[in-house]
């Protein structure tokens, strides 16, 4: 079977992309290997981090290695936190609380904004494949629901009046920007496995 380097270190996206792998492949982490050198996530869009990122611990690990540059771009804010998301504060729950506060004043109906991810497959030496999935909805006025991570408990799903921390990962999977552009790059990953691939 083939072999393939999740490069993330962040719990809550390595839990839904080894949901979404199955069995197809031996996926590994970052905290299964040597410490690897840390990438800095200098580049101002997605695409730009999510490859650097893969190229960086693809050629480190000298695995075929998936990396994910995601975030939430909000309307109101002119697409902020954007590829700032991760550091738009300290815990989850100061992400959120930071959000809120700078969307007190904006009503419900201007309130759109959606998740992005950019998925990037780059082997140790060679062409990297970038997916992107994309997944619209709104910020409400107060966390709702348990699961998933990040800014989850305050993201409406478009279409339905469920948050994305109130849906089951099998369902969060199925509509969310991770589930989509996994879906798109899953044809690249299995073409992994096959003989003669690390
Ligand atoms: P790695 O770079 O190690 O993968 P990270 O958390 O630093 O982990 P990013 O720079 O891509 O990753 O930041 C993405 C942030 O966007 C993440 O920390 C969450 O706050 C948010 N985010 C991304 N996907 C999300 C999702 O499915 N649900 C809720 N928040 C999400």
Redesign the pocket.
Same mark, same amino acid.
């Given at each position: 079977m083939g072999k393939l380097l999740f490069?993330?270190?962040?719990p809550?996206?390595?839990r %839904?992309l080894r949901e979404l792998m199955g069995g197809d492949l031996e996926v590994v982490s970052?905290a299964d290997l040597p410490p690897l050198p840390e990438?800095d %996530?200098d580049q101002p869009t *997605?695409e730009g981090?999510?490859e650097k990122?893969a190229r960086a611990y693809a050629a480190a690990s000298e695995l075929p290695t998936l990396?994910? #540059?995601?975030?939430?771009c909000v309307e109101a804010l002119g697409g902020r936190?954007g590829?700032q !998301?991760?550091?738009?504060g300290d815990s989850?729950a100061d @992400?959120i609380r930071r959000l809120l506060k700078a969307l007190e004043d904006v009503p419900v109906e201007g309130r759109r904004a959606e *998740?992005r991810?950019v998925l990037c497959l780059a082997k140790p030496i060679g062409e990297a494949v970038l997916e992107l999935g994309r997944?619209e909805g709104r910020i409400l006025f107060a966390p709702r629901g348990a699961n =998933? &991570? =990040?800014? #989850?408990p305050v &993201?409406e799903v478009a279409g339905g009046s469920r948050t994305?921390?109130e849906l089951s990962s099998v369902e969060?999977s199925a509509v !969310?920007? @991770?589930g989509i552009a996994f879906r798109k790059m899953r044809p690249h990953l299995l073409a992994l496995g096959g003989a003669g691939h690390r």
């Open positions: 490069a993330t270190t962040n809550g996206k390595l %839904e970052l990438v %996530e *997605f981090n999510a990122k990396a994910d #540059d995601s975030g939430l936190p590829v !998301s991760a550091r738009y989850d @992400r *998740f991810c997944c =998933g &991570f =990040g800014y #989850d &993201f994305m921390a969060k !969310s920007h @991770r």
